[in-house]
C-alpha cells in the first residue's frame, strides 16, 4: 500500500512538474525574442526571484505595462544583486516602451543595463532596442549607427540579423536599391544557417531573386534562391516559378520591359523543363509532372500566349492522363478568355459529373444566364439528394444575383424544410428579400424569426425607419443599445433616427451623448462633426485622452 | 447753367479725378498686397527705416535705428497693419464726395460712380473686420463682396454688349432699309437685319456674326457673353489669389531661457488649530480637541522656476529673436476644403501662449496661403503653421514644393488638427507623403520633448477621436517637421471648449503651448548653428 502510494506521489510530482516545465514554456513562447532571459541565468536564480519575475511577466503578458513596469522595478529593488537583474532592467525598458515614454525607455533602461551589466546579453539586446527606439523616434539615421554596430560587434549572434533587417527597413524607406541588395546578399549567403534564422534568410533570398529577375540576371536569382532552398526542391522550384512569374508579369506590363519578360518567362520555363521527371509512373513523380506543367502554364498564361497555354495543359493530359483536374484548368482559361462555350463543352468532359454540372451552372451564372443555371442546379438535385442544401444555397444566390427577390424568398423556404437546423439563417435571408421589395413589415417579421441579435434590432429599426414608425425604431434602437459592444452605434443611429423624425432638440441631445459617454469611439467622432456642420453647435461635449 | 458755372464745374470735376485716381492708385497699391495677405506695411516701414538710417549715418553719425523701430511699430499698438487703416481711411472721402456728386449726374453716369464706390467700401469692410479679429464676419464680407462684383460686372458687359449689338443692328437696318424675315416674338432671340449674301461678319458684338449662325443669334450671343464673362472673372480672380506679393518676415521675440519642463512645487503650510485652556474648577463641561492635532494644508502651486525660451537674454524669448519680434499664429490657407474651421480659437491659443510663456505675441493670428510661404526669407520664416479642416486637402506641385521647401530649407513645422473626420486624416497623410516622401511618419512618444516642454503631458487629450487617438509626426534630422493631432484640439482652444472637461481642454492649451513652444526652440537652435557655421 506504501508503495503504491509512493508511487501516486512519484507519478503526481511529475506530472506537476511537466506542466510547470510545459506552462512556462508556452508563457515564454508568448514573449519576444527580444524580451526573454536567457536559460542560463534563469537557472540561477532562487524561487522567490523566480515567482516575482513571473508576477511582473504574467502583467506583462496581459498588457498592463504599468503594473508588470511596478512589479520589475520592485525585484530591482528587493534583489539587486541578483542574476535577473539585467532582466528586469530590460524588461521594465521594455514596458516603457509599450508605454510610448521610448526616451525614458532609453535613458533610464536600456542605456543602464549596458552600463551596469556590459557584458551580459541584456546588454547586448539592449543595444538593439536602443536602436529601435531610435527609430520609433523617427531617427533612422541614429538607428542605422547604432544597427550597424551590434553587426559588426556581435557577427555570430542572432541579433546581427535582426539588425540587417531593420536595416533593410530603413534602406527601404530611403529607396537605396544598392544597399538592399548588399544587405539581401549578406541575410542569404553569409547569415548561419539556424532555425532561427530561417524566416530573415527566406526573405533575403527571395527578395534578391526577385531583384536579379528584374534586372535580367536569371542564374543569380537562381543561386539566391538555391542558398535558402537547397534541401527543398520542392520549395526551390515553387519559389524559382512564383517569384519569377512575378517579375515577368511586372516586366510584361510596360512595352519597353517587354522583351525582357518574354526572355525571362523563357529562361523560367526552361528551369522548370529541367525540373519536369522522366519517369512519371510513381505517384510521387506524378504529382511533382503535375505541378511543374502547371507552373509552365501559368507563365504562358502571364504573357498571355493563349495557345501554349492550352498546349501545356493538353501535354499534362496527354503524361498524366486528362482528368477533371486538367479539364477545369483549360475551362478556367477559356473562360478567361470569354470563351464560355468552350468553357462548357469542357465541363462536359468531367468524369464527375455533379462537379461538371455545377461548372456549368456557374459558367451561366457568370454570364447573367440566370434562368439556365438555376435549371442546371436543380438538376443537380437530381443527381445528388443528400446536398440538395448546397444545391438550393446555389439556386438562392443566383436568385438574389439576378433580384429576383420573390423566387428568392420561395427557395429560402424551401431551405426551411430541407435543412431546418439553419432557420435562422434562411429567415435573415427571407428579411433581406423582403427588404429588397421594400416590404418592411414582412421583413421585420422574418427578422423577429431569426436569433442574430443585436444586428436584428438594427435591421428592425431600418424597416420601421421606413414606415416612418419612430417610436417602434427607436424602442428597438434602446433594446440594441442595452449590448455594450454595439452601444456607442445605437445610440448615434437614436439621435439619427430622432433628426430624421423632425426632433431636433432630442436629435443634438442624443448627438451630445455619444460624444459625451463614448467619447473614444468613431462615433463620438462622427457625432461631434455632425453637430458643428449640421447645427453649428460648438459644445458637443466628450472629450477624452488617449490612456 | 452759366459759361462760367460750367467751367468752373468742369474745373472742380478735373481736380476730383486727379485727387481720386490718386488715392485710388495708392488704394489699390495697399488693397493688391493686402488681399495677398502680405504687411506691405512692414515692407514700406524697412524702406523708411532704411533712408531714416541713411540721413542718420550721414547727418548726424550715429547708426543706431531703434528708435525708428519703436516709432513706427508701437506708435499704434492697436493697429498690425497701421499704413493700411489709414490708406483705406482715407479713401472714405473721395468715396463720399462722388456719391454726393452722383445724385446730380445722368442715370447711366451715377450707376458707374455707384459700381465704382462698392470696391473701396467692401475692402474698408473686409479690412475692418480683419483688423477687429471677427475673422468670419471677414470671410462672409469678402465672399459677398465677390458676389456683388460678379453681378455687377455681368451687369455692366451685358449692358455694354446689347449697346453695341443694337447699333450694329440698327446701322444694317439703315443700310438695307427693311427687316428680316422674321416674327416679332423671334425678335427676341434672333437677329432682325438681314445680312448680306456673301458677306462673313467675325465682329463679336454684331448678332449676324458668322459664329451665331442663322437661327437665335441673340440668345446665342447672350450666352457666349456669360461664359466668356465667367471665364475671365475666374481668371481673374484665379490670378489674383496666386499673386504672392513681395517678401515679408517673421521674427521672434527676443530673450532667453531654457527648453525645460515646468517645476512642480508643492508649497507646505503648517495650521495650527486653536488650543483650549481649559479651567478644570469651571462649572461649563466641554470635549476639548487633542491638544495635538495640526492640520497641515497642502497648497500645489506651479510656478516659473525659470523662463521658458531658449538660449541667452534678457526676458522670456528666443536668443534668436529680435525687439520688434513677435510669436505669431498663423493658419494655412488652402484649397478644397474647410481650412478656416473654428478659426476664432486661434486668438484664444495665442493669448493663452502668452499668459503661460510671457513671450510676446502678435495682436492677432493670421492666415497664409501656402504659396506665400514662399515669401519669408531662409531664416526670418514662421517657426510654426497651423492647419485644420475636415474635408479634402487639394495642393498642387508647386504648393507641395513651396511646402517641402518651409519644412526642410527653411526649418519651419507643420502643426496639423483632423478638424472632423478620418478622411481628412488620410488626406493630410497622403500629402505628408508627397512632401516628404521618404520619411514615414511615427507615433509621438509621451515623453518626447513635445509633450513634455514647458508642460508635461502624461496622455494625448483630444475633443473627438477623429483620425485615430495617436498624435504622428514627421520626423527630419531629429526634428519634428509635421505634427498630426488626431482629435481637434482647436476646438477645445474655442471660447466653450466644446463642452469638454475642464483637464481635457487645459492639456489641450498645454500641448499647443508644447508644439508652438518646441517649433521656436528649434528654429532657435538651428538659427544658432548656422550663425556658428558662418
Not at chain 1, 156 to 178: M, P, S
Not at chain 1, 354 to 372: D, L, M, P, Q, T
Not at chain 2, 31 to 51: E, G, M, N, P, Y
Not at chain 2, 297 to 323: D, R, W
Request: charged fraction near 25%; proline fraction near 4%.
Amino acid at each position: 500500500m506504501a508503495g503504491f502510494t509512493k508511487k501516486i506521489r512519484l507519478i503526481l510530482t511529475g506530472a506537476l512538474f511537466f506542466g510547470i516545465l510545459v506552462s512556462e514554456h508556452l508563457s515564454a513562447a508568448r514573449l519576444g525574442y527580444l524580451e526573454q532571459m536567457p536559460l542560463e541565468a534563469f537557472a540561477k536564480l532562487r524561487e522567490i526571484e523566480r515567482y516575482q519575475l513571473k508576477i511582473a511577466e504574467k502583467f506583462y503578458i496581459s498588457g498592463d505595462y504599468k503594473a508588470a513596469a511596478s512589479e520589475y522595478e520592485k525585484f530591482l529593488t528587493l534583489y539587486e544583486r541578483s542574476a535577473g537583474g539585467p532582466y528586469s532592467l530590460l524588461m521594465w525598458s521594455h514596458c516603457q516602451v509599450k508605454l510610448r515614454l521610448v526616451n525614458t525607455a532609453v535613458r533610464e533602461g536600456f542605456k543602464s543595463v549596458i552600463d551596469y551589466w556590459p557584458e551580459s546579453n541584456e546588454a547586448i539586446l539592449s543595444t538593439f532596442m536602443i536602436g529601435n527606439c531610435h527609430l520609433l523616434q523617427g531617427e533612422p539615421k541614429k538607428a542605422e549607427k547604432v544597427f550597424d554596430s551590434v553587426v559588426i560587434d556581435y557577427p555570430k549572434h542572432y541579433l546581427a540579423t535582426l539588425a540587417q533587417v531593420e536595416l533593410l527597413g530603413i534602406a527601404a524607406i530611403r529607396k537605396d536599391e544598392e544597399r538592399q541588395v548588399e544587405l539581401w546578399t549578406s541575410i542569404a549567403f553569409r547569415t548561419a544557417k539556424t532555425k532561427a534564422t530561417a524566416t530573415h534568410r527566406s526573405m533575403a533570398s527571395r527578395s534578391l531573386a526577385m531583384y536579379y529577375f528584374r534586372e535580367g540576371e536569371f542564374p543569380q536569382g537562381v543561386e539566391a534562391l538555391s542558398v535558402y532552398f537547397e534541401k527543398d526542391n520542392g520549395g526551390f522550384v515553387r519559389y524559382t516559378h512564383e517569384i519569377g512569374a512575378s517579375a515577368v508579369g511586372q516586366l510584361f506590363r510596360t512595352d519597353a520591359t517587354k522583351a525582357r519578360a518574354t526572355k525571362l518567362a523563357g529562361q523560367v520555363i526552361s528551369f522548370l523543363e529541367e525540373r519536369l521527371p522522366a519517369d512519371v509512373s510513381r505517384d510521387k513523380s506524378k504529382a511533382q509532372a503535375r505541378d511543374v506543367l502547371g507552373r509552365i502554364a501559368s507563365i504562358h498564361k502571364t504573357i498571355d500566349r493563349d495557345k501554349e497555354v492550352i498546349a501545356a495543359y493538353e501535354r499534362m493530359g496527354k503524361i498524366l492522363g486528362m482528368d477533371d483536374g486538367v479539364l477545369g484548368e483549360i475551362a478556367a482559361w477559356h473562360k478567361s478568355k470569354k470563351r464560355m462555350e468552350q468553357a462548357r463543352s469542357v465541363y462536359g468532359r468531367y468524369a464527375d459529373k455533379v462537379n461538371g454540372r455545377r461548372a456549368v451552372a456557374g459558367s451561366f451564372r457568370e454570364e447573367k444566364k440566370y434562368e439556365e443555371a438555376v435549371r442546371h442546379y436543380l438538376a443537380l438535385i437530381g443527381l445528388d439528394k443528400e446536398r440538395e442544401a448546397t444545391w438550393q444555397q446555389d439556386v438562392v444566390s443566383t436568385w438574389r444575383d439576378s433580384s429576383q427577390w420573390d423566387k428568392a424568398i420561395a427557395t429560402y423556404r424551401t431551405l426551411l424544410t430541407v435543412d431546418p437546423d439553419r432557420h435562422s439563417d434562411w429567415n435573415w435571408g427571407i428579411a433581406e428579400c423582403y427588404e429588397k421589395k421594400r416590404q418592411w413589415p414582412q421583413a421585420i417579421q422574418s427578422y423577429r424569426q431569426t436569433d442574430n441579435y443585436p444586428e436584428g434590432y438594427f435591421r428592425m429599426a431600418e424597416c420601421n425607419r421606413h414606415l416612418k414608425k419612430w417610436t417602434e425604431g427607436l424602442v428597438l434602437l434602446n433594446q440594441a443599445k442595452s449590448h455594450e459592444n454595439v452601444a456607442d452605434r445605437a445610440q448615434h443611429r437614436i439621435a439619427q433616427f430622432y433628426e430624421l423624425a423632425g426632433k431636433k432638440e432630442n436629435a443634438i441631445k442624443s448627438f451630445q451623448i455619444t460624444c459625451k459617454k463614448y467619447p473614444k469611439s468613431r462615433y463620438a467622432s462622427i457625432s461631434h462633426a455632425h453637430l458643428q456642420t449640421k447645427y453649428g453647435i460648438s459644445v458637443t461635449l466628450g472629450g477624452a485622452t488617449d490612456k | 447753367m452759366s459759361e462760367a458755372e460750367t467751367v468752373s464745374r468742369s474745373l472742380r470735376l478735373r481736380q476730383a479725378i486727379v485727387v481720386t485716381s490718386i488715392i485710388g492708385a495708392g488704394w489699390l497699391i495697399l488693397w493688391f498686397d493686402w488681399i495677398a495677405h502680405l504687411s506691405v506695411a512692414s515692407d514700406i516701414h524697412l524702406q523708411l527705416s532704411r533712408v531714416l538710417l541713411w540721413i542718420q549715418i550721414e547727418f548726424v553719425g550715429v547708426g543706431n535705428w531703434t528708435w525708428y523701430d519703436e516709432w513706427l511699430w508701437f506708435k499704434w499698438p492697436t493697429y498690425q497693419n497701421p499704413v493700411e487703416v489709414i490708406g483705406f481711411c482715407l479713401s472714405l472721402f473721395p468715396v463720399a464726395w462722388w456719391l454726393q456728386q452722383a445724385r446730380k449726374e445722368s442715370p447711366l453716369v451715377r450707376y458707374a460712380i455707384y459700381s465704382f464706390c462698392i470696391f473701396p467700401i467692401w475692402h474698408l469692410l473686409t479690412f475692418a473686420f480683419y483688423e477687429m479679429g471677427w475673422m468670419t464676419l471677414k470671410a462672409m464680407a469678402a465672399r459677398a463682396g465677390l458676389c456683388i462684383t460678379f453681378v455687377m460686372g455681368l451687369g455692366w458687359t451685358t449692358f455694354w454688349v446689347e449697346r453695341k449689338s443694337r447699333a450694329l443692328q440698327v446701322a444694317r437696318l439703315e443700310i438695307s432699309g427693311a427687316l428680316a424675315n422674321v416674327g416679332p416674338l423671334q425678335s427676341m432671340h434672333a437677329s432682325v437685319a438681314g445680312v448680306e449674301i456673301g458677306s462673313r461678319i467675325w465682329n463679336p458684338f454684331d448678332m449676324d456674326a458668322w459664329f451665331y449662325g442663322r437661327q437665335r443669334q441673340k440668345l446665342r450671343q447672350s450666352l457666349s457673353v456669360l461664359f466668356g464673362y465667367l471665364i475671365a472673372f475666374i481668371l481673374i480672380v484665379l490670378l489674383l489669389l496666386q499673386a504672392s506679393g513681395c517678401q515679408e518676415l517673421y521674427e521672434m521675440p527676443a530673450g532667453g531661457g531654457e527648453q525645460k519642463q515646468l517645476q512642480q512645487v508643492v508649497k507646505v503650510q503648517k495650521v495650527i488649530k486653536k488650543k483650549f485652556i481649559i479651567n478644570p474648577l469651571s462649572s461649563v463641561i466641554f470635549n476639548p480637541p487633542p491638544l495635538e492635532e495640526i492640520k497641515l494644508q497642502l497648497l500645489e502651486i506651479t510656478k516659473h522656476a525659470y523662463q521658458v525660451g531658449y538660449g541667452k537674454g534678457a526676458g522670456a524669448g528666443f536668443s534668436g529673436g529680435t525687439n520688434r519680434g513677435k510669436v505669431r499664429f498663423i493658419r494655412l490657407e488652402y484649397s478644397g476644403g474647410d481650412w478656416d474651421q473654428g478659426i476664432d480659437a486661434d486668438l484664444n491659443m495665442l493669448i493663452q501662449y502668452n499668459l503661460r510663456t510671457q513671450h510676446k505675441i502678435a495682436e492677432r493670428p493670421e492666415t497664409r496661403k501656402v504659396a506665400q510661404l514662399k515669401n519669408f526669407p531662409v531664416g526670418k520664416s514662421p517657426p510654426v503653421v497651423y492647419m485644420t479642416g475636415q474635408k479634402n486637402i487639394s495642393l498642387g506641385k508647386s504648393e507641395t514644393d513651396v511646402l517641402r521647401g518651409f519644412l526642410i530649407e527653411k526649418h519651419g513645422m507643420l502643426f496639423a488638427d483632423n478638424g472632423g473626420s478620418a478622411h481628412w486624416g488620410n488626406q493630410f497623410k497622403a500629402l505628408m507623403g508627397r512632401v516628404l516622401p521618404n520619411v514615414p511618419y511615427i507615433r509621438v512618444p509621451l515623453d518626447h520633448p513635445i509633450h513634455r516642454v514647458p508642460y508635461p503631458i502624461p496622455f494625448l487629450p483630444y475633443v473627438a477621436p477623429h483620425g485615430g487617438t495617436d498624435a504622428l509626426a514627421w520626423v527630419v534630422d531629429g526634428r519634428i517637421a509635421a505634427y498630426y493631432h488626431p482629435g481637434d484640439i482647436g476646438d477645445a482652444w474655442a471660447d466653450d471648449h466644446a463642452g469638454v472637461p475642464t483637464p481635457i481642454w487645459e492639456a489641450c492649451y498645454q500641448l499647443g503651448t508644447n508644439v508652438i513652444f518646441y517649433a521656436h526652440a528649434e528654429y532657435n537652435k538651428w538659427l544658432d548653428s548656422r550663425k556658428k557655421s558662418d
